[in-house]
C-alpha cells in the first residue's frame, strides 16, 4: 500500500505514532512506526491486533516495512478516531463524568474485556488513556503490554492501576485487568487517580501491594454504583468478579440491553472516523506504564523479596515527547497479509543482513 505520513501524535519511549493518508482510497488513520531491529513489542502489538476482532476494541490495519531517512522502519497501522481518550473525555466534562455516562464506558470497556478475555488476553495496562472515544462509543487500545494469559513474562504495567497481585510480583491475569477497570472507574467518577494521595512509584507500589488498603470509593456513586466497584476492587483476585459476571451486574444491566447494540452500529458504520492513539509505553511517573520491550520490571516470581520487586517496578523512567512535523511524505511501503513474515516484506537487499539479526529475536509477527 502507498500511503501519506502526516505530522506526529505522539511520541514515546521508543515508538512515534503519526497520522497517515492511504493515497488509493484516502482512508485515515494512524501508524505507530519504530526502527526494524527495535520493533520486537510492536509486533507483539501486532500478533495480538490482528488476531482478535471487536467493536470494542481499535481495529487493526494492517503493517508494513519502509526505508525513511536511511533507516529500516517497522509501521503497525491502527483505527484513528477523532475524539482523544477517556482521560480526554472526563477532562472535557469538568474533571469528572455523571454516573449515566460512567455506566455507559464502563459497560463498553468490559465489553471488550470480556471479548479479549474470552480469546486468552489479558491487556495488563487498562486506564482511561488507554480507553478511545468516539463517534461509537469507548474501545480498547494499546496492546503494548497485553500477553497471552498462559504465557509467563515479566510484570509490566502502570503502577497506579496495578492489582495487589501484580505489584508484588505474583501473576498477572484477568483478574488484574478487572483491578484495573475499577481503578478507571474512580477516574470517571472523581477526576482523580486511585490513589490521588502517593507522590511516587515506590510508595504505591508497596501501598497496593503490601498495605491491605483500598482505593478511597468516590462518594457520589450510588449504591448499585458502588457494589459494582466493590466487585471490582477485591484484594484477592479469586474474589473479584469476572468480565461476564460483571455485565449481568444490576449496575449495567439496563446499559448494555439499550446502548450496546447501537454502540456496535455506530462503530462499525465509522471504521475510518479519526483517535488518538499515543504509545503509552514508558512510564516517569505514577500514571505511565512500561511495556515488555523495555527491562524486566518484575520477575513472575513470590520468591523475590518484596524490595527487589519494588526497585525493580520503580527503576525505569523516561520523559515523553511531543513531535509536529507538519510536512508530509509520501511512503511506499510494502504491504503485509496476515500470515506474512518480516522477511516476506523487505524489498531493501542491503538490509537483509541487519533484518536476519532482528529475526534472531522476533521470529514473526
Known amino acids: 500500500?502507498?500511503?501519506?505520513?502526516?505530522?506526529?501524535?505522539?511520541?514515546?519511549?521508543?515508538?512515534?505514532?503519526?497520522?497517515?493518508?492511504?493515497?488509493?482510497?484516502?482512508?485515515?488513520?494512524?501508524?505507530?512506526?519504530?526502527?526494524?531491529?527495535?520493533?520486537?513489542?510492536?509486533?507483539?502489538?501486532q500478533q495480538?491486533?490482528?488476531s482478535i476482532t471487536s467493536p470494542f476494541i481499535v481495529s487493526y490495519k494492517?503493517?508494513?516495512?519502509?526505508?525513511?531517512?536511511?533507516?529500516?522502519?517497522?509501521?503497525?497501522?491502527?483505527?484513528?478516531?477523532?475524539?482523544?481518550?477517556?482521560?480526554?473525555?472526563?477532562?472535557?466534562?469538568?474533571?469528572r463524568l455523571d454516573e449515566s455516562s460512567i455506566r455507559n464506558y464502563t459497560c463498553q470497556i468490559l465489553?471488550?474485556?470480556?471479548?479479549?478475555?474470552?480469546?486468552?488476553?489479558?491487556?495488563?495496562?487498562?486506564?482511561?488513556?488507554?480507553?478511545?472515544?468516539?463517534?461509537?462509543?469507548?474501545?480498547?487500545?494499546d496492546f503494548g503490554c497485553a500477553k497471552r494469559v498462559e504465557k509467563e513474562g515479566p510484570i509490566a504495567g502502570t503502577p497506579m492501576f496495578m492489582a495487589p497481585e501484580v505489584a508484588r510480583g505474583e501473576e498477572q491475569g484477568f483478574a488484574s485487568d478487572i483491578w484495573a477497570l475499577g481503578c478507571a472507574i474512580i477516574e470517571m467518577a472523581s477526576g482523580s487517580t486511585p490513589w490521588h494521595n502517593v507522590n511516587d512509584p515506590v510508595s504505591i507500589i508497596y501501598r497496593v501491594g503490601y498495605s491491605g488498603h483500598l482505593p478511597d470509593f468516590p462518594s457520589c456513586l450510588s449504591e448499585q454504583a458502588s457494589d459494582f466497584l466493590d466487585k471490582c476492587l477485591r484484594r484477592d483476585p479469586r474474589e473479584r468478579w469476572t468480565a461476564s459476571q460483571l455485565l449481568k451486574h444490576p449496575f449495567l444491566v439496563g446499559e448494555r440491553n439499550s446502548h450496546v447494540a447501537k454502540q456496535i452500529q455506530e462503530s462499525n458504520s465509522s471504521s475510518n472516523s479519526p483517535t488518538s492513539i499515543l504509545d503509552q509505553c514508558f512510564w516517569s511517573s505514577l500514571d505511565e506504564s512500561e511495556s515488555l520491550h523495555n527491562s524486566v520490571l518484575v520477575p513472575p516470581s513470590s520468591e523475590s523479596p518484596a524490595s527487589e520487586r519494588i526497585r525493580g517496578l520503580s527503576s525505569l523512567s523516561g520523559m515523553p515527547g511531543w513531535d509536529w512535523d507538519e510536512s508530509w511524505t509520501t511512503i511506499r511501503g510494502v504491504s503485509r497479509d496476515e500470515g506474512d513474515t518480516i522477511m516476506d516484506c523487505i524489498e531493501f537487499k542491503d538490509?537483509?543482513?541487519?533484518?536476519?539479526?532482528?529475526?534472531a529475536v522476533v521470529r514473526s509477527c
Open 1 to 45: 500500500m502507498d500511503w501519506t505520513r502526516g505530522h506526529a501524535i505522539g511520541h514515546g519511549s521508543t515508538a512515534t505514532v503519526s497520522l497517515a493518508t492511504s493515497i488509493q482510497s484516502g482512508d485515515v488513520f494512524a501508524v505507530k512506526s519504530v526502527e526494524l531491529l527495535q520493533s520486537e513489542f510492536l509486533q507483539r502489538e
Open 48 to 50: 495480538i491486533l490482528s
Open 62 to 95: 494492517g503493517c508494513d516495512i519502509t526505508r525513511e531517512n536511511s533507516k529500516v522502519m517497522y509501521n503497525l497501522f491502527l483505527e484513528y478516531m477523532p475524539s482523544g481518550t477517556l482521560s480526554n473525555a472526563i477532562q472535557a466534562h469538568g474533571g
Open 111 to 141: 465489553r471488550g474485556l470480556d471479548y479479549i478475555h474470552l480469546n486468552g488476553l489479558v491487556h495488563c495496562d487498562i486506564k482511561s488513556s488507554n480507553i478511545l472515544v468516539g463517534l461509537g462509543g469507548a474501545k480498547i487500545a
Open 351 to 359: 538490509d537483509i543482513v541487519s533484518c536476519r539479526k532482528a529475526m
